[in-house]
């Protein structure tokens, strides 16, 4: 009986050769199916099957028939078809409760053949295959070593020194990296572990010492500036209260002067600030990077790390932080309502603020600004002389002044009054001058309301 079962066991075909025959197979076909798709160079097309590809096939030759899973306690058959403990004891017992009378011969899921085993545990352990499905759960476990982006399914195995980063054997023999100075693994780990603690202490101290004292000069600037401006349209609203509705308009338009200094104020601050807050955004993601990694102790994965973190710091540190002084106006500290006190309600539409182009724009030179009003007054006058002298014309007041000279001819001392009469003319040349003043004097305001309202009106001054 010994003897048959050992012939049984020699005729037998191993489980394992079953498997690696399969996988050599099918790894073959992979080979030549790639192999006809890519016309690259000789390292290339000769590269092997991916580990996934591997593993996704191994394991469709480690998959229990029954259950669909990987073999747990395989048992052969003398079919050499191979299952699961607890599949054949679940398979025994169903077929001792489908017999009446006797037990009917059991037989192999996969090919039907009758087997005269009397229990599962008399059927032959497959230790060969139970220790090839412990081996890929072991393999399956186990990290995966990352792999080359420009060369497919190559390890990267090897630290570039001269570039600092992880390449595969292909890129130090005949990539970009050729003559450069490489490095272990784990020297390289120990290297770049140490230069770690020193790189994120300065990027910490830099941190908090520079960009966050930025960030609170700037807000502390922004909240001094605010409050100032609405101390002063405090005391614009406690002036104008006291005028009730007939100062309504100008308060609102004085009011509407400091709303626009503020936004001014906020327009030169958010932006910066906006800036800054972007900054911190990008270091506090390198100091998560850093906390996430710094504990790592796969080489691999740490020097993959450590590349990523050394470029975030290198673009970190060569952004430049936003200024945290800004130019503003000298209204801010020196206004004051006390120099309206004198201000009657009639000339209520001459208040206004102080004027300050200097705020957050660049001024013009004052010669090229004198210059620039001579020209404007000068056209002014030319394109609206016309119409004024329109409406009073010199020439007459000349023929009336012959009219009064007639008059004062035909009157020369012919009588005994002629003091009386010189009195009277007197009086004429006297009303005929103040008549010409004042025709000088309404051309002149005519002349200087129209420029006024024209520089009012587009703001020139």
Not at 261 to 289: C, G, S
Not at 335 to 358: A, C, H, N
Request: neutral net charge; hydrophobic residues 35%.
């Amino acid at each position: 009986m010994e003897g048959k079962q050992c012939r049984s066991l020699n005729n037998t075909r191993s489980p394992f050769s079953t498997a690696f025959s399969s996988f050599t197979v099918k790894t073959w076909a992979i080979n030549k199916n790639r192999l006809s798709q890519r016309n690259s160079d000789v390292a290339e097309s000769t590269c092997l099957p991916r580990t996934e590809d591997v593993m996704e096939l191994l394991e469709e030759d480690l998959t229990c028939p029954i259950c669909c899973s990987l073999f747990d306690d395989p048992r052969v058959l003398p079919c050499s078809h191979n299952f699961c403990k607890k599949c054949l004891e679940g398979l025994l017992e169903g077929n001792v409760r489908n017999s009446l009378w006797r037990p009917s011969p059991f037989k192999c899921p996969t090919c039907r053949k009758e087997t005269s085993a009397t229990g599962v545990n008399s059927l032959q352990v497959n230790y060969s295959l139970k220790g090839i499905v412990e081996k890929y759960n072991k393999i399956k476990v186990s990290p995966k070593m990352p792999v080359c982006k420009g060369h497919l399914g190559q390890p990267l195995n090897i630290f570039c020194v001269t570039d600092m980063q992880l390449i595969c054997g292909i890129c130090a023999t005949c990539g970009d990296h050729n003559k450069h100075v490489f490095s272990s693994i784990e020297d390289a780990y120990a290297q770049e572990r140490d230069a770690f603690e020193s790189l994120f202490q300065s990027f910490e101290t830099w941190r908090r010492g520079d960009a966050l004292s930025h960030l609170d000069t700037l807000e502390t600037n922004k909240r001094k500036s605010l409050q100032l401006l609405t101390k002063d349209s405090d005391k614009v609203k406690e002036f104008f209260e006291k005028l009730q509705h007939t100062l309504d308009q100008k308060k609102n338009e004085i009011l509407s002067d400091f709303e626009t200094m503020k936004l001014a104020v906020m327009q030169a601050y958010d932006p910066e600030i906006n800036k800054l807050n972007t900054i911190l955004q990008e270091q506090r993601m390198a100091f998560n990077i850093a906390e996430a990694f710094k504990d790592v102790s796969e080489p691999i994965i740490f020097l993959q790390q450590m590349q990523e973190f050394r470029e975030k710091i290198k673009v970190i540190k060569e952004t430049p932080l936003p200024p945290s002084n800004l130019p503003t106006s000298p209204l801010m500290k020196n206004f004051d309502t006390s120099q309206w006190e004198g201000i009657k309600l009639v000339d209520v539409d001459k208040l206004s603020l102080p004027q300050d182009t200097g705020m957050f724009i660049s001024k013009i030179p004052w010669r090229s600004y004198q210059f620039f009003m001579v020209v404007v007054l000068l056209g002014l006058l030319i394109f609206f002389g016309p119409t004024i002298f329109l409406e009073w014309s010199p020439f007459d007041e000349l023929a009336a002044w012959k009219d009064y000279l007639s008059s004062v001819s035909s009157y020369l001392p012919k009588s005994a009054d002629f003091v009386e009469q010189s009195v009277f003319f007197w009086e004429q040349i006297t009303d005929g001058f103040f008549i010409f003043s004042e025709k000088v004097k309404n051309f002149s305001l005519v002349a200087l309301n129209t420029v006024a309202e024209f520089v009012c009106k587009y703001k020139l001054l």
